[in-house]
């Protein structure tokens, strides 16, 4: 039973427009979400959280939205740049700090130049 | 700044065989965690541990054992290799005090089991 789940494994968008990338979740328990960037051949790295009681959280180039009543969240880059093609995962923990995080399966962003 | 350390990097092993992947920290976090990444899986927790001493199990924890005999160090022990076991694992750390479960995550280690 997946409770994170990213339906789009890839997406390809032009460099300068805006990228969308989305996440359902179907626990309501999780009280933080968590946007993930992966390059190949490294490890994840941390890009961007919200809270559960926050519905939109934005540093720079990136804003990530949730929306409780429908469990789905979407991060938003804006403009999209080529150095931003990576896997992206939306991850999701429980309230606590918890130590297990959970995530979705990812999806691959391509920013064509 | 080091941050998290995995070794090996890369690793080829026989049906059978055991082996050791090393995690280590020198963000003084208090915890860690193995995960394993599958193609069109996602990253999935093996196990973790919430300080020196006590280590639990995550989704997939079979075919795993660990330890976590200080706070710098999380070693992952394969005990007899099996080809599904074929994978890239990461290790994580966070603070204890991080309530958004923020992870720092090493580099990977590419396993390969014949």
């Known amino acids: 039973d997946q409770q994170v789940k990213q339906n789009s494994p890839s997406l390809s968008v032009q460099e300068g427009r805006i990228s969308i990338l989305n996440c359902d979740y179907t626990n309501s328990m999780f009280d933080y979400f968590l946007w993930y960037k992966k390059y190949p051949a490294e490890g994840p790295t941390f890009l961007i959280s919200i809270s559960s009681i926050k519905d939109k959280n934005e540093d720079g180039r990136f804003t990530v939205f949730l929306n409780k009543s429908a469990k789905h969240l979407s991060l938003h880059i804006v403009p999209s740049q080529p150095g931003d093609s990576a896997v992206y995962f939306c991850a999701a923990t429980f309230p606590g700090g918890s130590e297990k995080l959970v995530f979705g399966k990812g999806t691959k962003l391509t920013v064509n130049p | 700044n080091a941050g998290v350390t995995q070794t090996p990097k890369f690793q080829v092993l026989k049906t059978g065989q055991s082996m050791t992947l090393q995690c280590a920290q020198d963000m003084n976090h208090e915890y860690m965690s193995w995960y394993r990444q599958d193609p069109g899986m996602g990253l999935r927790l093996i196990h973790y541990?919430?300080?020196?001493?006590?280590?639990d199990q995550g989704e997939v924890p079979n075919g795993y054992n660990v330890s976590r005999s200080t706070t710098e160090d999380f070693p992952l022990r394969l005990l007899s290799a099996a080809p599904s076991q074929t994978s890239v694992y990461f290790c994580a750390s966070r603070s204890g005090t991080s309530g958004t479960g923020e992870l720092f995550f090493g580099e990977g280690s590419r396993l390969t089991v014949l």
């Open positions: 541990s919430v300080g020196a001493g006590i280590t």
